[in-house]
């Protein structure tokens, strides 16, 4: 009897023991979740338990100078997703099954994602309606009413494909812009994400009365462009021919600019590419080889083609820059009376600190001139003495007046600054090879920008890409300033620089820009491109009307070889 009272009292004090270290345990478990998994746990229950989606708002759309023509918009699409954990284990193949049949997917990464511990997981963007009514009807065919979301996106559209693409740009798949105006004022056009919020239980079922949560977007604000698609379907399709005919290698590009108010009219380089499909080849021969490229390859060619070479790459002017010569020197008064026959002679070169510069007709040397005949002429040895006479400190103050020392600060992305030898190292041969042309390098909108101070009767003017931003809510327009940077040269050195240009056309080198009924004043130049190359760079800048100029235009063709 004793025995087994003792056998019974030995079992009590186990069980109790037993139970003392399974309560131990609990408590060191709870403690446990609560001190060191609490943060993960209650951040993974808010995750299963609120439903986060995103809505893209549409970005702002982008309109030419007329506010008619639209250049890019954002059309509606929608954006499949799915909660993993709300799609029951029976059907998630099923799921899986049908997502990557209508949305054309590889159905192991599809499983993968409907399988996958998280609490959303995308799996279509901006799909077209027509697609996801397919879903939409399946999933009522099979009773699944939680686990797949499909919700409205947006997707940017570009009208006219390959108009102005290097000045447009486009956007990433988050709708965010990667390149031109879409990049510049991505700020402007992206607007602001709205969303779903939407509080469930384990099982996808609504938690309480909040159901779901809807704030809509913002969409983005529209732009107004300076660039007239009339005028830019023009020089597109004119720019074109001019490569193709003259096979230049390394392509071109055109730049109008009104020089009155700085409005960029138009720029175009060839060749463009089509912005609704921006990764993809973008002429015939790479369209022939494109498959058998590498991707360093094809990322090497797609960034050559989204390159604005109007404002990214620098250039030799050649002899269009002895305008910025003639307006310094006439400026400083070196020259008053522009048709003084014999005022110059060519004898065919210069020399310069011991070396010897040719003119481009050394073989036949111009002679006795005046300044528009030297001008006419593109006389190089006339206008490096203009250089001379003026000295290097006086020069660069006109470079610096002529903006062409900076950027012109256009609001268009990967503008390129220009190359001239610091002024305290610039010796006698190199004012002289500046003061026709060569050997520096600056961007065709610096020239543009310069000759458009000519061409205005003296004023800096910066150029401007967009004029107007319209409040997508609101609808409340916003200016943006013309930007003036003081005079550079007098009303009257403006006049007899365009009186000189006209005659460079109508007599001189710039014959073949001549157009009845018109008065045009324009300058032709011709310069390597880069030393010992062997490629060279034609260029002309034309000025018109010359008695109330509107436009300035830079034609400039890279390598023509034919």
């Not at 010897?356 to 036949?364: E, F, G, T």
């Amino acid at each position: 009897m004793l025995e087994m009272k003792l056998s019974s009292k030995k079992k009590l004090r186990n069980i109790l023991f037993i139970a003392f270290l399974i309560i131990l345990g609990l408590i060191i478990r709870i403690g446990c979740i609560q001190f060191l998994q609490g943060e993960e746990l209650s951040s993974m229950a808010y995750m299963q338990q609120t439903l986060d989606r995103k809505i893209n708002p549409k970005r702002g759309v982008i309109y030419d100078a007329t506010g008619k023509n639209v250049l890019a918009v954002s059309s509606n699409v929608e954006t499949v997703s799915v909660n993993p954990g709300n799609i029951s284990k029976e059907n998630k193949e099923k799921v899986a099954k049908v997502l990557s049949d209508i949305f054309e997917l590889d159905y192991d990464k599809t499983l993968k994602k409907v399988t996958k511990r998280s609490s959303i997981e995308t799996i279509a963007k901006k799909v077209d309606k027509e697609k996801t009514d397919k879903l939409r009807v399946w999933m009522q065919e099979n009773d699944i009413t939680t686990g797949i979301n499909i919700d409205e996106d947006t997707k940017r559209y570009y009208p006219y494909s390959t108009v102005a693409s290097q000045i447009i740009g486009f956007c990433g798949s988050d709708n965010q812009g990667l390149d031109g105006i879409e990049a510049k004022y991505d700020t402007e056009l992206k607007g602001t994400q709205g969303y779903i919020k939407r509080h469930t239980d384990a099982r996808g079922g609504d938690i309480g009365e909040e159901g779901e949560n809807y704030v809509s977007a913002i969409d983005g604000n529209d732009l107004v462009l300076t660039i007239d698609l009339s005028v830019q379907s023009i020089v597109e399709k004119y720019l074109e021919e001019a490569c193709i005919d003259n096979v230049c290698t390394d392509g071109g590009n055109v730049v109008v600019m009104n020089p009155q108010n700085g409005d960029i009219l138009a720029m175009a380089t060839y060749p463009s590419y089509d912005l609704n499909n921006p990764y993809e080849a973008y002429t015939d021969e790479l369209k022939g080889i494109w498959e058998s490229l590498g991707q360093a390859d094809k990322t090497k060619n797609l960034q050559a083609v989204w390159r604005n070479k109007a404002i990214a790459d620098t250039y030799e002017p050649g002899s269009v820059f002895k305008l910025i010569t003639t307006s310094a020197a006439l400026e400083e008064g070196l020259v008053t009376d522009i048709d003084k026959q014999g005022e110059f002679c060519c004898t065919g070169s210069i020399e310069v600190a011991g070396v010897r510069i040719k003119c481009w007709r050394y073989y036949r040397p111009h002679g006795s001139e005046s300044l528009r005949m030297a001008l006419m002429n593109s006389c190089n040895p006339i206008f490096i003495g203009l250089g001379q006479k003026m000295g290097v400190k006086t020069y660069y103050s006109y470079l610096n007046k002529f903006r062409l020392l900076n950027k012109t600060g256009i609001d268009l992305p990967g503008e390129a600054n220009s190359i001239f030898l610091a002024e305290e190292k610039a010796g006698p041969v190199e004012l002289a090879t500046i003061s026709f042309g060569q050997r520096f390098e600056i961007t065709p909108i610096q020239l543009v920008t310069a000759v458009s101070s000519i061409a205005n009767g003296g004023t800096s003017v910066s150029p401007r890409i967009v004029k107007q931003i319209i409040n997508s809510e609101t609808k409340e327009i916003t200016d943006i300033p013309v930007k003036t940077n003081g005079t550079v040269i007098s009303k009257e050195t403006s006049e007899k620089v365009l009186s000189m240009m006209e005659t460079v056309v109508s007599e001189g080198t710039g014959k073949n820009a001549k157009v009845a009924g018109y008065r045009i004043g324009g300058k032709t130049g011709t310069s390597e491109d880069g030393v010992n190359t062997n490629k060279y760079v034609t260029s002309f800048c034309g000025v018109a009307p010359i008695e109330n100029p509107q436009v300035v235009v830079l034609v400039t063709l890279y390598n023509p070889t034919r």
